[in-house]
């Protein structure tokens, strides 16, 4: 992923030199679309999971319907959108936050490319191996912690080029780790054979982060606030959720 980045922004850059922005965009959708399309053929559904028994007690399985009528499923939902929030937010305006703020030259700036892509390719490594490790709602609290900090030093820090691409690189080490560990932590919460469904509508603040809040003041103030429903003690409405199996399970009537 990281020297794919690094590469293409060469190829980016000829690119728009020779054909132009609108070319550009369409020789790139031709390329995503084969590649789809190829991957695509190479797709099988996924066996059913048989459900499983905990102390004689059945793991349920939720239904979108179901996950839905649960509080805790918004709550994850409103932990994922702002984590897409602050990394697309800093993804999408990195290079001018340099130049405005961090004062840094033009090519210095567009360094911040290559320091994104590393960075989002160390959370998803860290935070995913992590997230073997221990709980996965602390690993999100991990991420979650790391980014406010990098988001309260775009507001607050005196930035210079070791400060900003600092600061990025925390958002885009969360940004890249949530959405790797988040698949399996829905899954935990509502089971693996509708985690599609449950995980493809929490999967929407992705396209609603990069829109909503367009401003890293008030990603930070997200930030605060979505760390009351992740780092929080166990009795509270996750943690009750989440820690107690019973909570999540049912007996087979």
């Given at each position: 992923m990281v020297w794919?980045?690094?590469?293409?922004?060469?190829?980016?850059?000829?690119?728009?030199?020779?054909?132009?922005?609108?070319?550009?965009?369409?020789?790139?959708?031709?390329?995503?679309?084969?590649?789809?399309?190829?991957?695509?053929?190479?797709?099988?559904?996924?066996?059913?999971?048989?459900?499983?028994?905990?102390n004689g007690v059945v793991e349920k399985d939720y239904t979108l319907a179901e996950s839905m009528r649960k509080p805790q499923y918004w709550m994850l939902a409103v932990m994922f959108l702002t984590a897409c929030m602050s990394g697309l937010y800093v993804i999408g305006v990195a290079k001018d936050i340099a130049q405005s703020l961090a004062h840094l030259d033009v090519v210095s700036a567009a360094n911040a490319v290559t320091v994104i892509s590393i960075a989002n390719l160390s959370g998803r490594l860290v935070l995913g191996i992590l997230s073997d490790k221990i709980a996965r709602i602390r690993v999100i609290t991990i991420g979650q912690v790391i980014s406010l900090v990098g988001m309260a030093a775009l507001l607050f820090a005196p930035l210079n080029a070791v400060t900003f691409f600092a600061a990025i690189a925390c958002v885009a080490f969360n940004f890249?780790?949530?959405i790797t560990v988040f698949p399996s932590l829905v899954s935990e919460f509502f089971g693996l054979?509708?985690?599609?469904?449950?995980?493809?509508?929490?999967?929407?603040?992705?396209?609603?982060?990069?829109?909503?809040?367009?401003?890293?003041?008030?990603?930070?103030?997200?930030?605060?606030?979505?760390?009351?429903?992740?780092?929080?003690?166990?009795?509270?409405?996750?943690?009750?959720?989440?820690?107690?199996?019973?909570?999540?399970?049912?007996?087979?009537?």
């Amino acid at each position: 992923m990281v020297w794919v980045a690094w590469v293409s922004k060469f190829i980016d850059t000829q690119l728009l030199e020779t054909v132009g922005l609108e070319k550009t965009f369409v020789i790139w959708g031709a390329i995503a679309l084969v590649m789809i399309v190829f991957g695509a053929t190479l797709m099988k559904d996924a066996p059913k999971q048989e459900v499983k028994t905990s102390n004689g007690v059945v793991e349920k399985d939720y239904t979108l319907a179901e996950s839905m009528r649960k509080p805790q499923y918004w709550m994850l939902a409103v932990m994922f959108l702002t984590a897409c929030m602050s990394g697309l937010y800093v993804i999408g305006v990195a290079k001018d936050i340099a130049q405005s703020l961090a004062h840094l030259d033009v090519v210095s700036a567009a360094n911040a490319v290559t320091v994104i892509s590393i960075a989002n390719l160390s959370g998803r490594l860290v935070l995913g191996i992590l997230s073997d490790k221990i709980a996965r709602i602390r690993v999100i609290t991990i991420g979650q912690v790391i980014s406010l900090v990098g988001m309260a030093a775009l507001l607050f820090a005196p930035l210079n080029a070791v400060t900003f691409f600092a600061a990025i690189a925390c958002v885009a080490f969360n940004f890249g780790g949530t959405i790797t560990v988040f698949p399996s932590l829905v899954s935990e919460f509502f089971g693996l054979n509708n985690l599609a469904k449950n995980y493809g509508v929490i999967y929407l603040g992705f396209g609603i982060g990069s829109i909503l809040w367009f401003d890293y003041r008030l990603t930070v103030w997200r930030l605060l606030c979505d760390l009351l429903c992740d780092f929080r003690p166990a009795d509270s409405v996750i943690g009750a959720f989440y820690d107690n199996s019973s909570a999540r399970a049912e007996s087979i009537a």
